[in-house]
């Protein structure tokens, strides 16, 4: 018996409350050879440099995407412990922590013993501000 996979529905932006504005499009480039997954990613990638802080980009959890409860964080930085930091997107994640996230987030703090913390894609809308915001959120 084949299965077809179910469509992926996604938000538009319209429906989150997003105003898509049109911006100059910004080069990004690789964060450790790995081609950065998003601009905001890039941005953060850029504070941490900007900030001397040391961190692994796309550290695999317990197996990563390729196994069952497995999990990929987007940046593992190194201040005195390892601080898993996510950045989401309004794409993915509708603005809001959903129960999968939830979920995932909890495992986060149980594998590493120190709360996750999360990025919104929409507050890092400059280098200054993305600096700004890790710094705050990491406490450095």
Known sequence: MKFRKAPVRRPRLEATGVQAEPMPQEQIGEIQGIMAASVEEWRVAKA?????????YQSRVRGGNMLRG??????????????????????????????????????????????????????????????AIVKRELKL
């Open 70 to 131: 497995g999990q990929t964080v987007d940046f593992l930085v190194f201040t005195p412990w390892s601080v898993p930091v996510q950045v989401f997107g309004d794409y993915w994640h509708t603005g809001r922590l959903g129960a999968d996230d939830s979920y995932a987030l909890a495992e986060l703090q149980q594998y590493f013993g120190v709360e996750p913390v999360v990025l919104w894609a929409r507050e890092l809308v400059s280098h200054e501000e993305t600096v």
């Open 48 to 56: 941490l440099w900007e900030l001397k802080v040391d961190f692994t």
